[in-house]
């Protein structure tokens, strides 16, 4: 194992209630009512732009300008949202600085760079990751590999050898980001902090029920097998 790549919301941060009650309140005010049972089963997973572009995309007066207003408003309702509030799940932290003292780690990720770095700050985290990459980083997001393609580009110029792809562990919460890892030719390992492990299997490698059961000599037998 020479690196690990973790998704952030769903795995890291205990964020996604909040950015649905962001999404939620944002699209309130255009008329158009997200329940959570839809916010879960259809658009987890997706960038901000990706959700708004999902369900504008029967709204011809949705241009891209228009998207991009939304997903402004978003930032600043989730800002207020997670104001003073640790967002991260319990043993992330522990988890976070265990990897990092043993492999280089990086973050890939739909969520926006400024949203990532302003819970990390928060936790004295972001000199953990050797690379950070967020939702403006990308021109295809989840479930596309791209993502964790730069995260993994980063980690290579970081360390000045090239790392191989089936050396580095991703570690998701959704399909989306199993299917992403998986096509960027990584390991994949599941935590059921979102979904339960029965949606899951099939798409990673090893499924855990959260990164404070995260064993890093199991994700370095997934490197070797």
Known sequence: MRAIVFDFDGVIANSEPLHFRAFR?????????????????????FSDAGVFQAIGAARDAWTPAYIGGLVARKAVRLEALERDVSVLFPGAAAAVRRAAAAVPI???SGAR?????????????VGCFTAIVAAEDTPLSKPAPDPYLRALALLRA???????????????????GLESARAAGMRTVAVTQTYEASALTGAADLVIESLESLDLAALARLCSS
Do not use: M
Not at 25 to 45: F, S
Not at 113 to 125: H, M, Q, T, W, Y
């Open 113 to 125: 760079g400024a949203e990532i770095r302003r819970a990390l700050e928060r936790e004295n985290l």
């Open 106 to 108: 990086a973050i890939a």
């Open 158 to 176: 970081a360390r000045g050898d090239e790392i191989a792809a089936s050396d580095c562990v991703a570690i998701e919460d959704s399909r989306w």
């Open 25 to 45: 309140d944002v699209l309130a005010e255009e008329g158009i009512t997200l329940t959570e049972a839809d916010y879960y089963a259809v658009y987890l997973g």
